[in-house]
């Protein structure tokens, strides 16, 4: 599998149901639809980038194997977390929109919400094993669909599917990628 569809696989299913997407959900729920996109896009595409570009530093300057092992083990923690994540109640994951210059909120809000989150780390930790370009392009293809979908079908997805189930799918996957790289 290339690194691009890798890295848009596993960044999308680790985005459903993530705050950002909520957020996305909310905010287009008080701004268009196009306005929500381009600013949490634009927002996602400048993090991703230096999230693939940190890994890139980090995968050259330290060992391979020593690498491998602790992705692996940071994506066991992420399937943890992701199992917690399952059990907060969905109203305490939801931001609230605030006004002002819509698509600069949009952005700030977004870029804020996900510094430092399991994608962006996931981003970095793929990039120390994969091509930055191709984990970068993976990571914001991703992330574009993941806006996408939770400003135009995400509500009607989450009134049939628990957001619960969707974490769960997310920690499932975090930890097969974990022991793949574990098992090397």
Same mark, same amino acid.
């Given at each position: 599998m290339s690194a691009v569809l890798l890295?848009?696989?596993?960044? +999308?299913?680790?985005?459903?149901?993530?705050?950002?997407?909520? *957020?996305? *959900?909310? +905010?287009?729920?008080?701004?268009?639809?196009?306005?929500?996109? %381009?600013? !949490? &896009?634009? !927002? @996602?595409? &400048?993090?991703?980038?230096?999230?693939?570009?940190?890994?890139?530093? %980090?995968?050259?300057?330290?060992?391979?194997?020593?690498?491998?092992?602790?992705?692996? %083990?940071? +994506?066991?923690?992420f399937a943890l977390l992701a199992l917690r994540e399952g059990q907060i109640d969905e109203d305490e994951a939801r931001p609230v929109a605030k006004g002002g210059r819509a698509v600069l909120v949009v952005a700030i809000a977004f870029a804020l919400s996900e510094l430092g989150d399991k994608t962006m780390v996931t981003t970095m930790t793929l990039s120390t094993q994969y091509s930055w370009p191709a984990v970068w392009a993976g990571a914001t293809l991703a992330m574009a669909a993941s806006i996408?979908?939770? &400003?135009?079908?995400?509500?009607?997805?989450?009134?049939?599917?628990?957001?619960? %189930?969707?974490?769960?799918? @997310?920690?499932?996957? +975090?930890?097969?990628v974990g022991v793949v790289l574990l098992i090397g």
């Open positions: 890295s848009a696989a596993v960044i +999308f299913i680790a985005e459903l149901g993530d705050k950002s997407q909520l *957020m996305c *959900m909310t +905010f287009a729920t008080r701004y268009r639809a196009r306005t929500v996109v %381009i600013g !949490a &896009v634009a !927002a @996602s595409a &400048v993090l991703d980038l230096a999230s693939a570009l940190a890994g890139d530093v %980090i995968g050259d300057a330290l060992p391979r194997d020593g690498v491998r092992i602790a992705s692996g %083990i940071v +994506f066991l923690l996408v979908l939770a &400003v135009l079908v995400g509500r009607a997805l989450l009134r049939v599917v628990p957001l619960r %189930i969707v974490h769960l799918v @997310s920690a499932g996957l +975090f930890a097969a």
